[in-house]
């Protein structure tokens, strides 16, 4: 079957296009290149040894996205495409919910339009917001901390109401915690366009002394540190979680959340002190102000995948740091541009 891949170039996406080529799925790739480079394509085409099809589309234009659907013959939809840092999604909040409402709009339209009802989700474990006491059940009622989170949140009651609507969708909304790490081959990893976003590339610029020093934002918390506890998982984890999500909903219908993280619960210091030993780096840190929208402490209950997708996440954090900082050394040795993310 043909896959369309939305933000297929991005970090979550090329990864997850990697791993679906390989599990004998068939991509068509789209993304709008606004976070990312056509140049993320030739490094998935060099892992998988073929070619794959790519459009350059923005999804707020709905008669691109049309022509996508009229060229290919898509049986199944993962939607990576939308903005995603929550810092920007506080400053700039309007931008967020035209960018990732509308986008995911349109593309439920032009689904309708073709009949093609089966649909993987990027949402986030931010819709938890700060209300449960981890680990976060699929089942928890939600309340999103930030614009980012509310987008996702609204997407997910879209679609629930959707499938409420029409039996005949399968859709899968896959909450996941914090993506790190690389692909193992080197070729792939996280390097946001302009300032990061992301812990990780920050950890990184700063072991590889473009910055001085990275800043930790709260050291007060009511955690064993002072620092916010993330749910840290390998973006091939999480690839391959998505590749579960679509053998599932290729069986079923409804719609069904997932969490997809490790069930295991790092301090951001942890993951700094982590990160130096595994590569023998240094990685200087400061304590600075609380960062407006952060969730303090977000830990997945994995059980449900675990049941009816039959995954599980098989990195640790040294997986982690190690693939992350081998992606960072790949760039540096080969000078790719550090502009854009592969």
């Known amino acids: 079957m043909t896959v369309l891949i939305t933000g297929g170039l991005g970090f979550i996406g090329s990864h997850t296009v990697v791993d679906l080529i390989e599990q004998g799925y068939d991509c068509v790739i789209l993304d709008n290149l ?7 394509l030739d490094k998935i085409e060099l892992i998988v040894q073929k070619k794959v099809p790519f459009t350059q589309v923005d999804m707020l ?3 691109a996205l049309r022509n996508v659907f009229e060229e290919y013959n898509i049986s199944a939809v993962i939607h990576f495409a939308g903005f995603k840092s929550v810092g920007e999604s506080v400053q700039n909040p309007l931008v967020y919910y035209q960018n990732n409402l509308i986008s995911t709009l349109n593309l439920i339209d032009v689904m309708q ?3 093609v009802k089966k649909l993987v989700f990027s949402s986030s474990a931010t819709v938890y917001g700060n209300l449960h006491t981890p680990p976060m059940k699929e089942d928890f009622s939600l309340q999103a901390p930030n614009p980012y989170g509310r987008t996702k949140l609204m997407l997910e009651e879209i679609f629930r109401d959707l499938v409420s609507s029409d039996s005949t969708w399968s859709i899968a909304l896959m909450r996941y915690f914090n993506p790190i790490g690389a692909h193992r081959s080197g070729l792939l990893g996280e390097l946001p366009y302009g300032t990061p976003n992301n812990l990780m590339p920050h950890v990184l610029k700063v072991a590889s002394e473009e910055i001085s020093i990275l800043h930790v934002f709260g050291g007060n918390y ?11 998982i390998h973006i091939m984890d999480l690839a391959s979680g998505h590749v579960k999500a679509l053998d599932y909903i290729n ?6 959340a997932f969490n997809l993280g490790t069930g295991v619960g790092y301090s951001i210091l942890d993951l700094i002190h982590t990160f130096e030993e595994a590569n ?3 990685v200087p840190y400061t ?9 303090v402490v977000s830990i997945a209950d994995v059980k449900k995948a675990e049941i009816l997708l039959g995954w ?6 040294v997986d982690m740091c190690k693939d992350a900082w081998r992606w960072s050394q790949t760039i540096k040795e080969n000078k790719i541009s550090n502009e854009k993310a592969f």
């Open 113 to 115: 339009t073709f009949k």
């Open 280 to 282: 023998d780096v240094n």
């Open 34 to 40: 606004s976070k990312t480079t056509i140049d993320v």
């Open 222 to 232: 009511d955690t064993v540190d002072g620092s916010c506890i993330r749910d840290f």
């Open 312 to 317: 599980k996440a098989k990195y640790n954090l």
């Open 287 to 295: 304590i600075v102000n609380r960062r407006d929208g952060d969730i």
């Open 61 to 63: 234009d709905i008669k």
């Open 251 to 256: 069986r079923s219908f409804g719609c069904e």
